[in-house]
T-cell receptor, first 110, second 114 residues
Framework: GDSVTQMEGPVTLSEEAFLTINCTYTATGYPSLFWYVQYPGEGLQLLLKATKADDKGSNKGFEATYRKETTSFHLEKGSVQVSDSAVYFCALSHTDMLTFGGGTRLMVKP | DTAVSQTPKYLVTQMGNDKSIKCEQNLGHDTMYWYKQDSKKFLKIMFSYNNKELIINETVPNRFSPKSPDKAHLNLHINSLELGDSAVYFC?????????????FGPGTRLTVT
């Protein structure tokens, strides 16, 4: 079946540092790929998505590129802020069912 | 106005009890979902409804019964609660059944079974 693997956290960075959160997936065919973010005490919000190979999703300074050859969808941001502290979930979807990775907690210190 | 709302936000109850969690979306979406997030933050789909009809029913004990009275509501009823049911339950909705539609999540209901 489908699966998503993310790097384990927590990831602790200083403000303005470069962020990479690795995500790889196992799936048949061509799923859509997503990054969701969960701020403390809140539900998940879609951060960005890509629906086909080589697509780049971007939002709020975050980017991720759909790499079919490496089955990856790594999340990057050039300069993180304290307000980016949250749990980040990589996910894929074939039909309408999201399969999530285990989540990566990001802590950004001033 | 909150797009996807859930009640209650917190629910503490004893083993063996029956409880319900309500979910409402005011986005006019056709599809609604229930997810379970365990203590390690792992998220798993439980149910998916499209136009009030059950589409996905993952391996969930039959003590869990979703009910969709209309497209805007998807409630979750749990019978004979067990300790392992303690988790955060999220309701979500999407515009239509399809791969690229964003899912909008509610704030979650933290269920604690003692």
């Amino acid at each position: 079946g489908d699966s998503v693997t993310q790097m384990e956290g927590p990831v602790t960075l200083s403000e303005e540092a470069f962020l990479t959160i690795n995500c790889t997936y196992t799936a048949t065919g061509y799923p859509s790929l997503f990054w969701y973010v969960q701020y403390p005490g809140e539900g998940l919000q879609l951060l960005l998505k890509a629906t086909k190979a080589d697509d780049k999703g971007s939002n709020k300074g975050f980017e991720a590129t759909y790499r079919k050859e490496t089955t990856s969808f790594h999340l990057e941001k050039g300069s993180v802020q304290v307000s980016d502290s949250a749990v980040y979930f990589c996910a894929l979807s074939h039909t309408d069912m999201l399969t999530f990775g285990g989540g990566t907690r990001l802590m950004v210190k001033p | 106005d909150t797009a996807v709302s859930q009640t209650p936000k917190y629910l503490v109850t004893q083993m063996g009890n029956d409880k319900s969690i309500k979910c409402e979306q005011n986005l006019g979406h056709d599809t609604m979902y229930w997810y379970k997030q365990d203590s390690k933050k792992f998220l798993k789909i439980m149910f998916s409804y499209n136009n009030k009809e059950l589409i996905i029913n993952e391996t969930v004990p039959n003590r869990f019964s979703p009910k969709s009275p209309d497209k805007a509501h998807l409630n979750l009823h749990i019978n004979s609660l067990e300790l392992g049911d303690s988790a955060v339950y999220f309701c979500a909705s999407s515009q239509e059944w399809g791969t690229s539609y964003e899912q909008y999540f509610g704030p979650g209901t933290r269920l604690t079974v003692t």
